[in-house]
């Protein structure tokens, strides 16, 4: 076989493997949020379909699939549909530059653990979770729906405000790797030097960014159920309504990988080197490593949902202007002094 | 370089695939039985008072236009930071106070709109 069919090969392997444990794991993160609200509030929650009521997400999503699709005679037909498309394909596109895992030897050949390895990957990720806000934006405005038109516009203005933060908090990693790929910063936060211990200011205004860019509690004002009925997403249905349910979560995975990648040392197993194991071996404790600090923050994302109320609108918006966007200015100011100094 | 941008393409395309046959295949194994109220805007149970395509609060203008313009600012940064580290001393300082100098007239324009009230939100 000549040598691109192989690539090409393997680089469709990997996304196969990848999209599949992450839509598999949005279901079970579904299942998750669902149980971890049930434990929280004194309750059961699924427990009747399989045992301990694992298959339920199998059985929601053949329900939805099953489900009539409704689109109102006002809404704009072509952009009610567009809009779960982009919502769904930044989801699944976002997790193309983030490493999971160092390179692993399969029969001879030295396979990078990471879809693409560009070296634009941090702007890649802040580019496609920018592009998130349009299918927010044109869900609420082609529905002609006055609770989708506020719920989509609320989340739009909030989405691009916290985004600033975003890029901020992620401008000081930049700075200290000298580097935009993932991989390289991955690499840097060997042993014990994770970023989260080095860039705690940066690492505070990261996740509560990420926290506002997935609409999840306490900023989910696109779809504050006691105003807004859904929000953006009030007039869909079936298959459409699945695909923005599903990339919401699959936001929320995809932003958890994405904060152990640039905070959380990545794949990086501390000591795993002195431990005298053989390399493969390593590099599938490195991959379970990457697994188990993203299960972390994605229960994390559940966690936080069913313990702090929603703020208020105006709240919101002041804590990204007034507070996180000075501070990300700051905080870089300060890194690149630090860096100065330490050169000198 | 330009090999390493082929997987992106190629999960955009499965990404799309994805999306699309989704989006599709309700309409294909649902059911198909509308009705004059079953597909008028929903609202709370209530006949439609007029349509959603209409004015609405100028702030939220005002916050797109502000991101547009710090955004911008942000991805001036970027540049600097990549290269900051592999400078040699002497321009590393000299990139540092030029950095300090449009920060400082980023904060200018910062405070500014904060006291024009663009962020106001009561």
Known sequence: MPEW?????????????????LLTCVAYTVY??????????????????????????????????MKEDIVPVNANRFVHSLAPIISILV???????????????????????QIADVNVGVLYFLALSSLGVYGVTLSGWSSNNKYSLLGGLRSSAQMISYELAMGLAVLAIVLMNGSLELDTIVKNQAGWHWNVILQPVGFI????????ETNRHPFDFAEAEQELVAGYHTEYSSMKFALFFLAEYANVIVMSAVITTLYCGGW???????????????????????????????????????????FRYDQLMNLGWKVFIPLGIVNLVVTGLVLLLMKH | MIESYIPIMLILFISVGFAVVNVNMSWILGPTRPN?????????????????????????????????????????????????????????????ISVIIFVVILFIGYFYVIKKGALKWD
């Open chain 1, 5 to 21: 069919l192989i690539n090409l090969l393997i680089t469709l392997a990997k996304i196969a493997v990848v999209h599949g444990v």
């Open chain 1, 32 to 65: 998750l949020e669902r149980k971890v609200s049930a434990f929280m509030q004194d309750r059961i929650g699924p427990n009747r379909v399989g045992p301990f009521g694992l298959l339920q997400p199998l059985v929601d999503v053949v329900k939805l699939l």
């Open chain 1, 91 to 113: 989801a699944l596109s976002t997790i193309a530059v983030v490493p999971f895992g160092n390179t692993i030897n399969i029969a001879g050949r030295d396979i990078q653990l």
């Open chain 1, 205 to 212: 205004i990261f996740i509560t960014a990420a926290l506002a």
């Open chain 1, 268 to 310: 990086q197993f501390p000591f795993v080197h002195s431990m005298g194991l053989s390399p493969t071996l390593i590099s599938i404790l490195q991959v379970l490593a990457f697994c188990a600090k993203t299960f972390f923050w994605v229960f994390f994302f559940v966690w936080i949902r069913w313990t702090i109320p929603r």
């Open chain 2, 36 to 96: 004059r109220e079953k597909l008028s805007t929903y609202e709370s149970g209530m006949e439609p008072v007029g349509t959603a395509r209409e004015k609405f609060s100028v702030k939220y203008y005002m916050v797109s236009v502000l991101f547009i313009l710090f955004d911008i600012e942000v991805v001036f940064l970027y540049p600097w930071a990549v290269s900051f580290m592999n400078f040699e001393p002497a321009k590393m300082v000299y990139s540092f």
